[in-house]
């Protein structure tokens, strides 16, 4: 039944200082499932500890499984500036269900951009659809920081790797399918170090008791222990040696989604404070009268739009394969995880003793966001990562 | 099959709405507007006969040219293209123009098997345009739709209003209108959104559905607003004390307001 059809504009590129019609559209849908499917919950999955899987699937439908993920595979074939969008859309409901789902992100596209298609095929799908989950499995209790020192042994038998080992803090832990491992198969060091996909019920893994933490109480954080687990040549991601670069590679994407979490956490934390400050009476007055607040507000503002212009900087930079995107990245998740973290911590003093009340969900916000200053790399690493680049530059 | 879906842009509900001065017609400037909920409804439901049955949904849209963000959600959630009528002539129109408007929109497209409406939209609440265009149609009536279920040939719904639930039934064509209750309508997904601006959407002017300029708009409405004046703020309610009979008092308050 077709009319006669008129063609419409071309939309205009995306600029750094504004968004385009598909880029609004993206972010409002995001932002909408945030707010009706997220924030009402947020605080209870906190007290809860609970993991919302139901609601991972649901956000599954609308593509956050695979925003960046090749459209061949099940992905939504974005770009990492939309998802940066995204993230902090989504972080307005709870910036720990969004840095899990950045996660999961982030071991899709290892296997979308390392594997072969034969590799894709079999597990993209259903990570896109977010029906198994995925985890990213680097740390271990003797290597942090300093990852290239992990000791979790890859030994080649015939057509399969044996795995021993630890690995800690792992996010999702016994609830994901789909492991992204780092393990030794050669020398001590970076060079020694290569990328297997596991599947969560291989025979011989097995998981730690969940972690009791300060905040990100919406998801599991577990150890993962490998005993004696088989696992098929066939599932190595790329060369052997070449694991570490696929780690850090993950993690330049996973540090702008971290970022864009914590905006997305401190925004939500001021748009409380907005709403706040115009109720709440103090000597007589609204207390959104007092300077000193409307001062306060100013910064939080002020520093929330710096950090998210320098993340979205370092998003198109990534897009377009720069040389510097990895300094970038870092720059960008130092900048807009303290930031967010500061933000988030003024909200809740404007709060006064309702904001370290649970209730309230902003004391929620400031312990969830106090983690995204130490973990996809600490901020210490991130000035190391960015001062190496710029002692490089200068030689 | 062949749908059509009739959508509207309304200013949000949670946004301050208010009437122009100086005709009473709707203030678009001063409100956020978006797809009204009750046509997300209507398109979720179309989408779901047409994944059921196969065929294709259009959605049909008369509005001013910011309208467009309203078809592009339609078009996001999954439908296939859109017709958007939209003139200067129209501003004003009541529902009987407007009723007529989209039943000429609607025989611009051939061989339609469905329409589906909201029951009412948010904003004006005549919630009588659905059953003037299937008159205009004349097409069988189903409105108020709580259920709506389709086999390509025939149509049956469960309309539900304040004295039951009734199950009524038409051969197609008809049309069907939905109430809140139908169905929660979808996210659009990523890829939706991505798709929707490459969907064909005709903009049509009155004279290309077939009307004139001087059948429509406030000029020529049948009925004209004379006045309007915002709502009194709303005072404070009732106070029961409880003072052992509370309880009593209040199922006595709301008998007396016949709301039990
Ligand atoms: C809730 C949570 C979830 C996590 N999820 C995951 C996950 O899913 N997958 C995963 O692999 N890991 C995960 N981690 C681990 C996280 O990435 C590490 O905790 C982080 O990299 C720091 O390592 P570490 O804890 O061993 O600290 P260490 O490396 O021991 O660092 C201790 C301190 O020393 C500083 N420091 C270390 N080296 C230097 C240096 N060269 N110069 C200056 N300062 C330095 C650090 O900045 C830090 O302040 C998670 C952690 C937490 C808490």
Known sequence: MAAPTTARPETPPASPFSLNEDQRAIQETAREFATERIAPHAVQWDQDKHFPVDVLREAGELGIGGVYIDERFGGSGLSRFDSALIFEALATGCPTISAYISIHNMVAWMIDAYGDDEQRQRWLPSLCSMERLGSYCLTEPEAGSDAGALQTRAVRDGDHYVVNGVKQFISGAGSSGVYVVMVRTGQEGPKGISTLVVDGDSEGISFGPEEHKMGWNAQPTRQVVFSDVRVPVANRLGEEGIGFRIAMAGLDGGRLSIGACSLGGAQAALDKSLDYVRERSAFGVKIGEFQTLQFKLADMATELEAARMLLWRAASALDAKASDATRLCAMAKRMATDNGFAVANEALQIHGGYGYLAEYGLEKIVRDLRVHQILEGTNEIMRLIISRGLLEQQS | ?260
Not at chain 2, 22 to 45: K, P, Q, Y
Not at chain 2, 82 to 93: I, K, P, Q, T
Not at chain 2, 205 to 216: P, Q, T, Y
Not at chain 2, 231 to 246: C, I, L, M, N, R
């Open chain 2, 1 to 260: 099959m062949n749908i059509v879906v009739l959508v509207k842009q309304v200013p949000d509900t949670w946004s301050e709405r208010k009437l122009s001065d100086a005709d009473h017609t709707l203030d678009r400037a001063s409100a956020d507007a978006v797809l009204d909920e009750i046509n997300e409804r209507a398109v979720e439901e179309a989408l779901l006969a047409k994944e059921a049955q196969g065929g294709e949904v259009t959605v049909v849209c008369m509005g001013p040219e910011r309208a467009n963000e309203a078809i592009r959600k339609a078009l996001s959630m999954g439908a296939d293209s859109a017709v958007h009528v939209s003139d200067e002539a129209l501003h004003g129109s009541d529902a009987v123009q407007t009723a007529r408007t989209l039943a000429a929109a609607i025989g611009t497209l051939e061989s339609v098997d469905l329409v589906i409406a909201g029951n009412e939209s948010t904003d004006g609440r005549a919630g009588a345009v659905p059953a003037m265009v299937a008159e205009l149609l004349g097409w069988p009536q189903l409105t108020y739709a709580r259920k709506l279920d389709t086999d390509g040939q025939s149509v049956s719904i469960e309309r539900e209003s304040d004295a039951g639930v009734a199950t009524v039934e038409a051969n197609l064509p008809a049309l069907v209108s939905v109430t809140e209750k139908i169905n929660e309508p979808r996210y659009p997904s990523f890829k939706g959104i991505m798709a929707a601006k490459k969907k064909p959407v005709s903009t049509l002017s009155v004279a290309d559905v077939g009307l004139s300029a001087d059948e429509v708009g406030l000029g020529s409405a049948p009925t004209q607003v004379v006045s309007s004046a915002p709502a009194p703020p709303k005072e404070a309610g009732v106070k029961v004390t409880d003072e052992g009979e509370g309880g009593v008092q209040i199922v006595e308050f709301l008998s007396g307001q016949k709301l039990v």
